[in-house]
């Protein structure tokens, strides 16, 4: 038996090797891999490449019931926004009428969690785990993501042994934050809920995370949880006074670390740049792991004698606006930072040049209606570099896109909003798309 969904693809069935597959579009579908409130998670294939993915089905209808369709669509937002070599990936979101697809990287390493389960880890290994973590977790807050439940069972390890972050659904984004700045919704696992959410007077995302992170890197470390107790309310306690202790064979310059993590004044616990310094995280680096590396090029003006064609049906696709699933999931889609100008794209390239001058930033290079330029002033990872290439439309109608090449992101939609835009406001016809600079 058959059923159609609604956007034309089919969804059916057949037995392969006396196991019954679900096929949907070009995915077939297996076994279950997990199940949780509102989702069941199988093991798919790609029918087309091969390629093994996890597909996450949520019941619409379920989800709406219960209120939870926006978090959903922040889930799918979310992901989209932290593609990172330690996060798990989403590729693709599909839906019919009663039924909401996440297509995912298949991670078949299993949870973290199984690993301390055992017992605890060597030293070297919790220290590379530990790493990629704080990796993972500083380029979602990059991009004004707060994961608020990491824990061992929220990291998933791959085929070659690297972590991966898993399960946003219980994560924030700044526009949830009150007017204090602060976020105020009580979530996470209790064992690894930093004290200030539980005080229900409103928190940092940022330090909240990295508080977990500290109760994971003790777990890697010892193979158990720091605070532990009869019940909740005398774990809460000692949550609140951050009162625990080592196991004697934890050595000592992790200690010293784990002690600075794990501070319950949230205003006195590291940050991410004073963990990345610390020199138990940083044994065996050869490079400074807090900026990104940035290849500088010497200038180079030879522009062609035309820019390069927009496709104007790129053009259309970004001016489009509302929430589609689609949309998010566009292959070779052009970079959302971009304006339309009614001026020449030479025009444009004169006006680039100048513009870095004004800004105090340097031109490393400049080539064929591209522009790359960088700030001279140290950032939270180094300078900030940003590319902005040019691209004809008509003779007299430019499309200029803007990316970050280095440096904060945060640091970049700050650059975008407040000299950017006004900047350039009097050759700009109109900005487009889902632009950073928003």
């Known amino acids: 038996m058959e059923e159609r969904a609604e956007n ?16 949907f579009g070009k995915y077939e ?6 199940q949780g409130t509102f989702a069941k998670v199988y093991y ?28 959903i669509e922040r889930e799918i937002s979310i992901m989209k926004l932290v593609r990172h070599p330690n996060v798990v990936e989403l ?33 070297d290994s919790a220290r590379k785990y530990f ?20 824990k061992p069972e929220n990291l998933l390890l791959d085929d070659d042994g690297n972590l991966k972050v898993t399960d946003f659904g219980l994560s924030a984004l700044p526009e949830q934050q009150r007017n204090d700045g602060l976020l105020h919704t009580q979530c996470g696992t209790p064992a690894y809920v930093a004290p200030e959410i539980l005080k229900k007077k409103g928190y940092d995302g940022a330090k909240s995370d990295i508080w977990s992170c500290g109760i994971i890197l003790f777990v890697l470390l010892s193979g158990y949880l720091p605070f532990q107790a009869e019940n909740v309310m005398k774990m809460y306690r000692k949550i609140f006074k951050a009162e625990f202790e080592f196991p004697p064979w934890i050595p000592n310059d992790a200690r010293r670390l784990i002690s600075k993590l794990l501070v319950a004044d949230p205003e006195k616990r590291i940050s991410i740049p004073g963990i990345m310094r610390n020199l138990w995280f940083r044994k065996g680096f050869t490079t400074n792991p807090v900026s990104d590396s940035f290849e500088e090029s010497t200038v180079e003006k ?22 589609d699933l689609s949309n998010f999931f566009v292959k070779n889609k052009k970079p959302a930072s971009l304006f339309t100008s009614k001026c020449s794209a030479s025009a444009v390239m004169v006006r680039l040049e100048s513009l870095t001058k004004k800004l105090n930033f340097r031109v490393l290079s400049m080539k064929e209606f591209k522009v790359k330029m960088q700030g001279k002033v140290e950032g939270r990872k180094g300078k900030l570099a940003v590319t902005a290439e040019v691209f004809a439309v008509a003779p007299e109608v430019a499309v200029v896109e803007f990316s970050k090449s280095s440096g904060d992101t945060l640091e970049y939609n700050k650059f975008c909003e407040e000299d950017l835009r006004p900047a350039l406001k009097d050759i700009v016809w109109s900005w487009q798309g889902e632009s950073n600079c928003h």
């Open 131 to 150: 790493r990629q973590l704080i990796s993972a977790v500083d380029f979602c807050h990059s991009r004004g993501v707060f994961h608020r439940d990491l």
């Open 91 to 123: 590729k693709e979101v599909m839906a019919t009428k009663s039924k909401i697809f996440f297509v995912m990287e298949y991670v078949k390493g299993g949870e973290l969690f199984a690993k301390v389960a055992k017992g605890k880890l060597k030293e």
């Open 29 to 34: 579908m297996g076994r279950v891999l997990g």
């Open 8 to 23: 034309n693809q089919i969804i059916g069935s057949k037995k392969k090797n006396g196991t019954r597959k679900i096929i």
């Open 302 to 323: 030879s522009p062609s004698s035309s820019p390069p064609f927009y496709n104007a049906f790129e053009l259309i696709s970004s001016m489009s606006s509302g929430f």
């Open 44 to 71: 798919g294939k790609n029918t087309s490449t091969q390629e093994s993915v996890a597909i996450k089905v949520i019941n619409k209808d379920h989800v709406k019931k219960e209120g939870f369709l926006e978090q």
